[in-house]
């Protein structure tokens, strides 16, 4: 089983930017700094990270696919992004 950090934390670097240009969400300077920058990356991401290691479970430990990869850890950033919103 590979780290799984490294992955995830460019899984976040594109939906980071999806996000900023959607026009549905109106994010102030201060608001996007510190959700997106600091507070989310910036802790342990064990929630997120768990989601990757329970879908590998899910598969009896086989290897994700570039594409299973990528939607485990955009699951895994919802679940973070939604603790972080009841924190």
Known sequence: MSDSKPKFLEVYSVLKSELLDDPAF???DNSRQ???DYTVPGG???RGLSVIDS???LKDGKELS???MFLA???GWCIEWVCFKDT
């Open 26 to 28: 109106e994010f102030t």
């Open 66 to 68: 570039d594409d299973e």
């Open 34 to 36: 510190w959700m997106l």
């Open 44 to 46: 342990k991401l064990n």
């Open 55 to 57: 879908y590998r479970l």
């Open 73 to 75: 850890c955009a699951l």
